[in-house]
């Protein structure tokens, strides 16, 4: 069973870390021990930005669950393995690879589920930027970022893989600061201030291309048609013609706003119908299959044991386990 979380208990621990308007703090502890070996370093300038350098790994499966109370803009470096996420506000379901990028706006309203999966090394480093700020250092870049829809909370602007400078700053600043107290402070700040410098400055950073509100609303109409038959998907072709868009602003627009492809995003859709259905039905592993569209039990099988860690026959036996306890269990020996 995973074990669920609020993030408003995680934030206890370190309130000053999540308002980049907070005053100047610096942290280094081990949290949440009774789930694992996690460490979490934390910087917060006092100027409009806040760091903080999570590592862990968890003993078991941990549902981290979030309700975000203001806007915040944020640089998102995963140094580890992928990371799992849910908008479960706007139905955003994002999967972020290892030595990747995220910048872009968390939206007042947001709820959110973040998943993290046992035995897992998990590293990311995350600066939230004051809005102002983080809005005018967009401009100085002419990154002029489309207005959100109104139903979008989770605004993704860039996404993309992180540079080998990036990576050796994020390890300056997490692990090697040879200083102690005001001077480690300064040395942590002039490093964080290169990392955003390079990040919104560097000439190779990508820049997406720009959907104004209708094409937004057109993503949110390809994404609902998609979940309405993900077992016979249209193409990519009949799906920009069904939207009013072309094939190419779809394909950029659809992983701009929901962070995957059309076709990544059908594929996670899949798995998890399929693991509902195994979970809460009694139906067969190859019945589970077809009704979310694979064809071949093999590939179905192999691309739900990459996903979950573990084989949709072996969620069955798990399910019948706890479902059917022993008869000696029901004697209470």
Not at 61 to 72: G, I, K, T
Not at 128 to 149: R, T, Y
Not at 195 to 213: A, G, K, P, R
Request: aromatic share 12%; proline share 4%; charged share 20%.
């Amino acid at each position: 069973m995973a074990i669920s979380l609020s993030s408003h208990d995680f934030k206890e621990l370190v309130p000053a870390l999540f308002s980049p308007t907070s005053p100047r703090t610096i942290g280094d502890a081990y949290i949440l021990k009774e789930f694992g070996n996690v460490h979490l370093k934390y910087f917060n300038t006092g100027h409009g930005i806040a760091y903080a350098a999570f590592d862990g790994v968890f003993n078991e499966e941990l549902h981290l669950h979030s309700w975000e109370m203001q806007e915040q803009s944020f640089l998102y470096f995963n140094a580890g393995d992928a990371v799992h996420f849910k908008s479960l506000t706007d139905g955003l379901d994002f999967n972020m690879q290892s030595k990747s990028i995220i910048q872009g706006t968390i939206h007042e309203g947001l709820k959110s589920l973040g998943i993290y999966e046992k035995s897992k090394r998990y590293s990311s480093h995350t600066v939230v930027i004051d809005p102002a700020l983080f809005h005018s250092l967009s401009q100085e870049k002419l990154l002029d970022n489309p207005p959100p829809c109104n139903d979008v909370f989770f605004q993704i602007d860039h996404y993309h893989k992180m540079l080998q400078s990036q990576y050796a700053l994020l390890n300056h600043i997490s692990t090697q600061t040879p200083f102690q107290g005001s001077l480690q402070e300064l040395y942590l700040e002039s490093k964080l201030l290169e990392l955003v410098y390079q990040t919104f400055h560097n000439s190779s950073f990508h820049v997406c291309t720009e959907f104004c509100q209708d094409d937004c609303k057109a993503m949110h109409k390809a994404k609902n048609i998609l979940l309405g038959d993900l077992a016979n998907p249209p193409s990519l072709k009949a799906l920009a013609r069904q939207c009013a868009l072309n094939e190419f602003k779809l394909k950029q627009g659809f992983k701009k706003l929901f962070g995957t492809t059309v076709y990544g995003f059908v594929h996670t859709k899949r798995l998890e119908k399929a693991k509902e259905l195994l979970e809460k039905q009694e139906i067969s592993v190859q019945e589970a299959a077809l009704h979310v569209g694979y064809q071949s039990l093999s590939h179905f099988s192999k691309a739900f044991k990459e996903r979950y860690g573990k084989f949709p026959l072996e969620l069955k036996k798990e399910r019948k386990y706890y479902l059917f306890p022993s008869p000696c269990m029901d004697r209470g020996e």
